[in-house]
């Protein structure tokens, strides 16, 4: 029977990466393509990528009752259509959705039976330094990530299982073990809830965040 997974990660910490690779080696796993209103990227495929709507088509598509979820994000509307899982399914394949805590909290009201898996960073100082390794973004908005990274660790709970990405071997294993073995992660719930303490803790106590947040709130 085929299952539902929704993967959650903190932008910046690999959950793309880390699916790609899954969706590459394991054909009978697939990812949803989202439905956004924001413009495409150099290098992006529509209908592969993303669905790229206009606002007033996904919106026409959230009123009529279309999407299993969707939110906005950063000023931009996403989420997922019913139609995409009915397309997967149909071919007896397991369907990954990639989305934020938002959308894993609506899943999770229309299907309970939902197997979730958060990944996490190996500390928030880690998380920052790959914000800064992408420099596309200039400090306020990279500052603007890691707080939304904090609110969404912080919503933890609501995950069954959690992968910390220190190497992308050993994530990657953790994820296909998950997801296509059945398998429990190395870390159990309750010490993953633990470790996303550590996190936020980290977060108020890091003296690089702290000096950081000094210099943008005196500017």
């Known amino acids: 029977m085929s299952k539902l997974f929704v993967v959650s990660a903190p932008s910046g910490t690999g959950k793309t990466t880390l699916n790609n690779r899954l ?9 949803a393509v989202s439905h956004t209103t924001r413009a495409i990227r150099t290098g992006e495929v529509d209908g592969q990528s993303y669905h790229f709507v206009s606002k007033e088509t996904f919106q026409s598509m959230a009123k009529s009752g279309q999407m299993l979820e969707w939110a906005e994000v950063f000023g931009n509307l996403y989420g997922t259509s019913k139609l995409e899982l009915e397309r997967i399914f149909a071919k007896g394949h ?4 990639e989305i ?8 999770l009201r229309e299907r309970p039976d939902a197997i979730t898996v958060f990944i996490l960073p190996p500390a928030i100082e880690t998380l920052w330094k790959r914000l800064e390794q992408r420099g596309t973004d200039k400090l306020s908005d990279r500052w603007r990530r890691l707080l939304t990274a904090k609110q969404e660790i912080e ?18 294993a953790e994820l296909k073990s998950i997801i296509v073995d ?3 992660p190395a870390l ?3 010490d993953g809830i633990r470790y996303c303490k550590s996190l936020i803790d ?14 943008l709130e005196a500017n």
């Open 188 to 190: 159990n719930h309750e």
């Open 202 to 215: 980290e977060f108020r106590s890091s003296p690089l965040l702290q000096d950081l947040k000094k210099k």
């Open 23 to 31: 969706m590459k080696e394991f054909p009978t796993v697939e990812i």
């Open 100 to 107: 934020d805590v938002q959308g894993c909290r609506s899943i």
């Open 155 to 172: 919503a933890c709970h609501i995950y069954n299982h959690f992968i910390v990405n220190d190497t992308v071997e050993k994530a990657y």
């Open 94 to 97: 397991n369907v990954l959705l």
């Open 182 to 184: 059945g398998n429990p």
